[in-house]
């Protein structure tokens, strides 16, 4: 009966230390807590919150939340020497078997909780500890696999992005090469057509210039040529001048009678008279003027009258002089 009781006190003691119990879910253990993100989260249960986290070993640590039993206090405060006594001294006045090889050989929990062993009285112990540490450490091993699971998610959800956004850039590096190629392609297009616009209207020009000099070279010795057989064909003729005697009478009728002009008023007249009579055009003018324009060897129009007025010029200075 003593050892019944002690165990019901025992598991009382372990499930009943507060709201928050040591095993899982719901008066299991530690309570089952869903990660908010990688390297740790909270969860509330029971008015309570627990936080947790990954080391570098991506094992979860319970950091605050949890309360445990003061048997599981006590032993976690007895030094390592004390431990090795109690292991090695004998229980068989109590009737109880020491604990096997396998419980002690069990690793420590990542947050410090470590497996139920004897107390110092040598006692045993109780069955439902033992059953609460392993759903606790079920419970624990379920947490541990959804953070992880969780952190695997993200970071392939990360990577995934971080792939999306470096395939859009490579994408769009590509585009603008791509567009940068064919501009320059045009580009070179354009400057190969300008260059051979360029020459195309260089030869035209010295083309035309090369054309205009020759014309113009031409044109001069043609000019000179016709301008040589005109001198020649009109002789110049020295002749008297005009009238000459009624010219000198008048002068001196006006320098005698400079205010009575009116008495040379009779010679003014016969002068003007004698001047018309030597201002008309000879036959011989005539007959040169038809032979000039019926020439057929002019080389164009503007050649032709420029002869055609020095011809003129040359035939009114011989008529006046």
């Keep these: 009966m003593l050892a019944r009781r002690r165990k019901r006190r025992g598991a009382l003691r372990s499930g009943g230390g507060g709201p928050v119990r040591v095993g899982g879910a719901a008066g299991r253990g530690v309570p089952s807590a869903r990660p908010a993100g990688m390297g740790g989260s909270e969860s509330s249960h029971g008015g309570r919150k627990v936080s947790f986290g990954l080391d570098e070993r991506e094992q979860v640590r319970v950091l605050q939340g949890i309360r445990l039993s003061e048997d599981v206090v006590n032993r976690m405060k007895e030094s390592p020497q004390s431990k090795r006594d109690n292991q090695r001294s004998p229980c068989s006045s109590n009737g109880t078997a020491p604990p096997s090889p396998a419980a002690e050989g069990k690793p420590k929990s990542p947050t410090g909780i470590q497996p139920p062993m004897a107390s110092d009285?040598?006692?045993?112990?109780?069955?439902?500890?033992?059953?609460l540490y392993r759903r606790y450490e079920r419970e624990q091993a379920?947490?541990?696999?959804?953070l992880l699971r969780l952190a695997k998610r993200e970071?392939?959800?990360?990577?995934e992005a971080l792939n999306t956004a470096l395939q859009w850039e490579r994408n769009n590096t590509n585009e603008e090469r791509q567009r940068a190629a064919q501009l320059a392609v045009e580009l070179q297009g354009r400057e190969a057509e300008l260059k051979r616009q360029e020459a195309f209207y260089k030869e035209q020009?010295?083309?035309i210039e090369k054309k205009n000099a020759e014309i113009y070279k031409l044109t001069s010795e043609q000019y000179q040529e016709a301008a040589t057989k005109a001198e020649e064909w009109i002789k110049r003729r020295n002749t008297d001048p005009v009238c000459a005697s009624l010219q000198s009478e008048i002068l001196k009728c006006y320098q005698e009678n400079k205010r009575e002009v009116l008495k040379c008023s009779e010679l003014a007249k016969e002068y003007q008279r004698c001047v018309s009579a030597a201002q008309k055009v000879p036959v011989f003018h005539r007959r040169t003027k038809v032979k000039f324009l019926r020439?057929?060897?002019?080389?164009n129009q503007a050649i032709k009258s420029c002869i055609l007025r020095h011809v003129y010029s040359l035939v009114n200075r011989s008529c006046i002089h």
Excluded: I, Y
């Design 121 to 131: 009285s040598g006692q045993k112990s109780s069955a439902a500890e033992q059953e």
């Design 142 to 146: 379920l947490v541990q696999e959804e």
């Design 155 to 159: 970071r392939e959800a990360a990577s």
């Design 205 to 207: 020009l010295a083309r």
């Design 295 to 299: 020439s057929s060897s002019w080389p």
